[in-house]
């Protein structure tokens, strides 16, 4: 049976549409091995989705200076039906930034410590300006993640 990965992305506009898309599809492509991936709105998770998964990626926008409202309340609703139940799962993040994304990196950074899920890479920051080059860097991670989690890696 392949592994899972959940990809949860806030999509408010057409841009982080397209980055969700991307992980999607970097998810899922021939080159990162036999994973299933599901994409869901922050909106859309609750506790049960991570007991079926076996890694998540979290894509969120900075608002603000932290991470978007969706995120927040997600973490909110599931966060203490997740404590101690999923150790040393798999996570990967980007952040669409519109300044420098460094609060959004550590509420997360923090709370992801506090679950004990273990990151896989540095946070992608996407900052500034839209760049197309931004599509290619989410799907690199989630290509990435998926293929160390079908390795076995993560």
């Given at each position: 049976?392949?592994k899972s990965?959940l ?7 057409v841009?982080?549409?397209?980055l969700?898309d991307?992980a999607l599809?970097g998810a ?8 299933a991936?599901?994409?869901?709105s922050?909106?859309d998770?609750?506790a049960d989705d991570?007991r079926?998964c076996?890694g ?5 926008t900075?608002?603000?200076g932290y991470?978007?409202?969706a ?6 609703r599931c966060y ?5 139940r999923h ?6 993040i980007?952040?669409r930034a ?5 609060a959004?990196r ?8 506090a ?9 992608l ?7 197309d080059?931004?599509r ?6 989630a290509?990435g993640?998926?293929?160390?989690m079908?390795?076995?890696i993560?």
């Amino acid at each position: 049976m392949p592994k899972s990965l959940l990809i949860i992305a806030h999509a408010p506009s057409v841009n982080t549409s397209a980055l969700a898309d991307a992980a999607l599809a970097g998810a899922t492509h021939p080159d990162a091995g036999q994973i299933a991936a599901v994409l869901k709105s922050p909106f859309d998770v609750a506790a049960d989705d991570l007991r079926a998964c076996d890694g998540v990626i979290i894509g969120t926008t900075e608002n603000i200076g932290y991470m978007a409202g969706a995120t927040k309340d997600m973490f909110d609703r599931c966060y203490d039906d997740w404590l101690d139940r999923h150790e040393a799962m798999p996570v990967g993040i980007y952040i669409r930034a519109g300044r420098d994304g460094t609060a959004t990196r550590r509420a997360l950074e923090s709370i992801i410590g506090a679950l004990r899920w273990r990151l896989v890479a540095a946070p992608l920051i996407l900052h500034g300006d839209w760049q197309d080059a931004y599509r290619d860097q989410v799907s690199e991670l989630a290509m990435g993640m998926a293929a160390g989690m079908d390795a076995g890696i993560f």
